[in-house]
Nanobody
Framework: QVQLVESGGGLAQPGGSLRLSCAAS????????MGWYRQAPGKQRELVAR???????NYADSVKGRFTISRDNAKNTVALQMNSLKPEDTAVYYC?????????????WGQGTQVTVSS
């Protein structure tokens, strides 16, 4: 059974930094795309950043230049380094991955981790 487990998050001051990590475990043959979404109260879930298996990245315009996504293909992990945080970055952040495993190819999601940016 494939699982995504997130770590990191918490409280940061405006202008501060946080790092999110996500590890995929289980019977995994390959992972194509990994990334992060976020959902703020009363808003729809939105893509923050994504990275392919060969390292191509995409970012939401709102985080370009402040957030950096990276992955370790050998460890099946993805990380999101968040710098220059703003109050509007406050949200629950979800890791996701497009994984081919023993049961076939599916999108998997982490449980979500809260990021709060406040002074």
């Amino acid at each position: 059974q494939v699982q995504l487990v997130e770590s990191g998050g918490g409280l940061a001051q405006p202008g501060g930094s946080l790092r999110l990590s996500c590890a995929a475990s289980g019977t995994i043959f390959s992972i194509s795309v990994m990334g992060w979404y976020r959902q703020a109260p009363g808003k729809q879930r939105e893509l923050v950043a994504r990275i392919t298996s060969i390292g191509s990245t995409n970012y939401a315009d709102s985080v370009k230049g402040r957030f950096t996504i990276s992955r370790d293909n050998a460890k099946n992990t993805v990380a999101l380094q968040m710098n220059s945080l703003k109050p509007e970055d406050t949200a629950v952040y979800y890791c996701y991955a497009d994984i081919w495993g023993a049961s076939g190819g599916y999108d998997y999601w982490g449980q979500g981790t809260q990021v709060t940016v406040s002074s």
